[in-house]
């Protein structure tokens, strides 16, 4: 009877232990497609059709205001004063 009292304590503990689910993949860093558009940083942000790129898109001048939320899929594309692409990121 001793033997049974101790293992079901055991038991429990590693029951407790077992994961309930699996966890939801992670998005990828490049969700957006950002990683093959590097080559364009420097250029005329009008020189290229971003829109055929990404399922969401925002092209973003100096000082604008933009929203903090963060979408994976969305590709952001910082440009200067004069329209040239500064960096182009996914988020």
């Known amino acids: 009877m001793r033997p049974f009292i101790l293992a079901l304590p055991a038991a429990a503990l590693l029951a407790a232990c077992n994961p309930e689910s699996e966890s939801p993949a992670m998005p990828t860093e ?30 973003i001048p100096p000082n604008s205001a933009v929203t903090m939320d963060h979408r994976p899929d969305r590709l952001n594309v910082d440009i200067d004063d004069q329209g040239t692409v500064t960096r182009i990121w996914c988020g």
């Open 30 to 59: 490049d969700a957006c497609g950002a990683a093959a558009l590097q080559h364009l940083v420097g250029q005329d942000h009008t020189s290229h059709d971003f829109a055929k790129e990404a399922k969401a898109l925002r092209i």
